[in-house]
């Protein structure tokens, strides 16, 4: 009797084994195809999102050897530094906030921040992007990084134009040689509503080619985020339930604990709708509701999740209040600890409507979901921090076993995105003893389950792709604007309409009590989420 050679866990896909962990596979790749040598230009170099997220990533590619052979950072702002300064900066920000503490080392970090530069630059000032050209052409020169450009715009949004404008007239955006790769990363708010963002990509495209714009949203950098696509297309269990005919409903939940601390100003202008809920959560749905792709590729996968966008059903202007509810924290107590309510935060206008919670009902209007309502939250101030997909599948159809005279909830497979990063699944089974009574319970995976695996943070994913001219990960410009198409509307009725209501909720809790409303049965209700993925179902305290 012969045995079949072992083959590697995962699944095929176009006669290529697919890495189920994809943390694994990141790693293979790491090591077979190291990207093209190139230089990374930083704007607003020394903001938060530099020290806390870029430079950390970077370092933490750079102790896996993921970074090209030959690279060069640029840091780019207003600031008076010296490339030693930037280091030295740039060095202790990394040990504070690098969240692979296991590679931590003064001699790889002083090997790393040698390939750490900074040039001081008036990013609204035209006349000194020629600066920026020489520095360039002469790190291209040293490294021989054949004109490899990566500018990643970590500035405010009011600048993008401004920038990208500035590097076109410097020749710096566009080349004839086909070998020769300039990419523009771009921070969300991706525009402020529909018409921004549209004048915003027409601008752009003048100056880029979309092939050249990778529009980051952090969010689809996270492991458990891109599980969702091998949860669903690697197991036959799941995908030919994933539709109306199987699935009642789903949702989605972004919750933060914490209120908006330091970044009141930025708040005010944006709130959870812009902030949340039109990329990132809009971006979950893509890939919870998209199509199989014909192949796993960039083109293809952004091909199904437009499709799912455009297939949005558009809210009335006449009926936001039975489709949305809006919320604003209010003063409370967390564990005996009195928190300010929004309005009393810093930078905030002390009569502000701006919402802090938003729970939304949608339709998608095509073949899989149609007649299947979604279900989205957001907000701060909220029990706990979590991130979570829940499909609610249909009951049967006949109710042979009930507990207490009620019938049992329907199975339920919860997506854990963050924190406690997993999979629960919950059904039904008889409890011990005489009759057929039964009761809830979980089957679950966890991420810490697989040990000293290391799951790569959402921006180092993301910078990797990006050098590697992986965009399948990116926001394409056509989807960012469908998901504005879609929650323009509600905007623009918040802001003409004040008789749409606004509603406090005590810092604390799960939002306002009208958002359980928008599910239109009194027996249905939202998931109140722990901490732990496993202690669920309850209002807890954590």
Request: proline share 5%; net charge negative; aromatic share 10%.
């Amino acid at each position: 009797m012969e045995f079949p050679d072992k083959k590697p866990s995962g699944f095929e896909q176009n006669g290529v084994i697919q890495e189920v962990n994809s943390s694994v596979s990141l790693n293979q790749r790491i090591m077979d195809n190291r990207p093209a040598p190139s230089v990374i230009v930083i704007f607003g170099a020394s903001g938060d999102l530099t020290k806390r997220k870029l430079i950390p990533a970077l370092y933490d590619l750079f102790c896996k050897n993921a970074m090209p052979e030959r690279f060069a950072v640029l840091g780019a702002a207003r600031s008076q530094l010296n490339d030693d300064v930037f280091r030295g900066k740039m060095a202790e920000d990394i040990k504070s906030y690098s969240e692979n503490k296991e590679h931590l080392s003064d001699e790889v970090i002083s090997k790393f921040v040698k390939n750490l530069h900074y040039i001081s630059l008036e990013t609204e000032n035209p006349d000194d992007y020629s600066r920026l050209k020489t520095r360039l052409d002469g790190l291209d020169a040293e490294l021989k990084t054949g004109g490899n450009y990566i500018y990643y715009l970590a500035s405010p949004p009011k600048l993008y134009e401004t920038i990208a404008q500035s590097l076109y007239s410097q020749g710096l955006s566009l080349s004839n040689d086909d070998s020769v790769s300039k990419k523009l990363i771009i921070e969300k708010p991706f525009g402020y509503n529909l018409g921004s963002a549209l004048a915003l990509n027409q601008k752009l495209l003048t100056l880029f080619h979309e092939n050249q714009l990778y529009r980051i949203d952090h969010y689809l950098g996270k492991e458990t985020v891109q599980n969702v696509l091998v949860l669903r297309f690697a197991n036959g269990i799941f995908e030919p339930l994933w539709n109306r005919n199987y699935v009642d409903y789903v949702e989605i939940t972004a919750a933060e604990s914490i209120g908006v601390e330091n970044r009141g100003g930025y708040y005010d202008t944006a709130g959870t709708l812009r902030d949340m809920v039109q990329n990132h959560l809009m971006q979950i749905a893509g890939l919870v509701a998209m199509e199989p792709p014909a192949n796993f590729d960039s083109t293809s996968v952004r091909n199904e999740t437009i499709k799912v966008f455009q297939s949005l059903i558009p809210i009335p202007a006449d009926r936001i209040d039975d489709f949305v509810v809006r919320g604003q924290y209010i003063s409370s107590k967390i564990r005996g600890e009195q928190v300010r309510g929004y309005r009393e935060e810093n930078d905030v206008n002390p009569n502000s409507r701006t919402e802090t919670y938003v729970g939304l009902k949608f339709f998608i209007d095509n073949w899989r979901w149609a007649g299947v309502p979604f279900y989205m939250r957001a907000g701060k101030r909220l029990p706990t921090r979590v991130t979570e997909v829940v499909i609610h599948f249909k009951k049967p159809p006949q109710h042979l076993f009930h507990r207490d005279n009620k019938e049992q909830p329907g199975n339920r497979l919860i997506i854990r995105i963050q924190p406690d990063e997993g999979i629960l699944m919950k059904f039904g089974m008889k409890t011990p003893g005489a009759g057929f009574k039964t009761q809830q319970v979980n089957m679950d995976f966890h991420y810490s389950n697989l040990g000293n695996i290391n799951i790569s943070s959402a921006y180092e994913r993301l910078l990797l792709d990006c050098m590697s001219g992986d965009s399948t990960l990116y926001a394409r410009g056509d989807a960012v604007e469908a998901c504005w198409r879609f929650v323009d509307p509600v905007l623009k009725a918040w802001e003409t309409n004040p008789d749409i209501k606004l509603f406090g909720y005590p810092s604390g809790t799960w939002g306002p009590v009208e958002a359980t409303g928008l599910f239109g049965q009194p027996d249905l209700d939202w998931r109140y989420p722990c901490k732990n993925l496993s202690d669920d179902g309850n209002y807890c305290e954590l």
